[in-house]
């Protein structure tokens, strides 16, 4: 008999596996190790969406099961969000979906509309879930460029002429995480008109929505385009926006059809968030948008001393435009260890914890992922940490001006 169970056989070894015994290692012989791998965020949620959760939570008939498809109060407050943010009107009955954030959402809609075999089209590098929720339910993965331009459009016409049976999804993820990537409208027109044209569906993760850099140029949604919820479901997260990571709030929105095969399958598997919890949540989203505008400008701020004070270090990072990370190349000298191997050295040499691009797909594996979940005095420690590895002398790396 088999060791490992089929489903169990389909995953590689998780890459983050091989960093926190190293992390926790060097914490227990007392390193003060600074961590940027994971982007948890660090700061608190706002005040008042924890007041309404208190308050909400001291009436006993908000103990009893919830329901899976969301609360009918946060499936109109994410409606309500979609039409003020991006001009999309949506219906909450049948288009809004509330999930245990985007992650469950997105694996359950892999395992709602994939059959063994299928074939889905996802970019490479991305986040893992967007490969792994297929993988798990049977389904191919077939690799698309993860930067949104020409060759993406090139590369998504041969994947779908060359693929056997053809494509039944596409996956977009702008903001990008880990690489930061943002796309315009355009681009998701001409993907959109393809998509459609071929009858291949869009999943878009959208958890970035609201972390970006450049106020003239927010993110947009998918959805703005014509007809694109014909094919199309999209994901949000409430985690970064209002940091609530523990809260487990996210939603899927959009094609009636997905939205009721997600809506099925998870009637099967939960009973929704805490009442509560879902309460606190539509408060958040009828609220006002400070908080929004205060977390944007405290990771804003972050971004600017990590590029600075890095490069000052020897190690220059590209400017993300958007996301709580920034997804920079391996310093040459270092570049053969690939980065894993590069990921291990940090911790050990310099106490600064990173993710190894390749946790994000094969051909990450030249990058690394650092996020912003310390305050900018710990940034900065890491830089001064790192500048020690790189052997850099004072005022080694070109410091990349910033923008936005």
């Known amino acids: ?231 199309t479901v999209e994901f949000t997260s409430m985690s970064k926006t209002y940091s609530m990571p523990g809260w487990r709030v996210g939603f899927a929105v959009g094609n009636e059809r997905l939205i009721a095969a997600l809506a099925r399958v998870k009637s099967y598997l939960d009973y929704g968030a805490f009442t509560p919890i879902q309460v606190a949540a539509a408060s958040a989203l009828n609220g006002s948008d400070d908080v929004i505008d205060e977390v944007r400008k405290i990771y804003k701020s972050r971004r600017d001393v990590m590029v600075e004070s890095f490069a000052r270090s020897g190690w220059d990072i590209p400017v993300p435009k958007a996301t709580m990370f920034a997804w920079a190349p391996i310093p040459a000298q270092f570049a053969h260890l690939g980065s894993l191997e590069f990921a291990k050295l940090l911790i050990q040499e310099t106490g600064v914890g990173v993710a190894p691009g390749v946790g994000f797909g094969e051909y990450g594996d030249q990058y690394i992922r650092l996020a912003f979940v310390e305050n900018e005095q710990r940034i900065r420690q890491a830089a001064r940490n790192v500048k020690k590895l790189l052997g850099s002398k004072p005022g080694a790396g070109n410091v990349v001006p910033l923008v936005g």
């Open 1 to 231: 008999m088999s060791a490992d169970f089929h489903k169990i056989r389909r995953l590689p070894p998780y890459v983050f596996a091989h960093i926190d015994p190293l992390k926790a290692k060097a914490r227990a012989e007392g390193v003060d190790v600074i961590d940027l791998g994971m982007g948890n965020p660090d700061m608190p949620t706002p005040q008042h969406i924890v007041e309404k959760l208190q308050e909400t939570v001291n009436n006993p008939r908000t103990h009893r099961y919830s329901t899976s498809r969301g609360i009918p109060g946060l499936r109109k407050a994410q409606a309500s969000y979609y039409g003020r943010r991006f001009g999309v009107k949506l219906n909450p009955d049948t288009q809004v979906v509330a999930t245990l954030g985007s992650k469950e959402g997105f694996a359950n809609m892999a395992s709602a509309i994939t059959a063994p075999g299928d074939v889905v089209l996802v970019p490479n590098p991305t986040y893992p879930i967007h490969s792994f929720g297929f993988i798990m339910s049977g389904g191919v993965v077939r690799s698309m460029p993860a930067d949104p331009n020409e060759d993406f459009l090139r590369s998504l016409d041969r994947a779908v002429r060359h693929s056997i049976p053809k494509p039944i999804a596409l996956v977009l993820n702008y903001p990008a995480n880990p690489t930061a990537y943002t796309a315009t409208l355009d681009f998701y027109t001409e993907v959109v008109k393809y998509c459609k044209a071929n009858d291949i569906f869009i999943l878009s993760d959208l958890a970035y929505s609201e972390i970006y850099f450049d106020e003239n140029e927010p993110p947009p949604s998918v959805l703005q385009v014509p007809g694109a919820i014909d094919i």
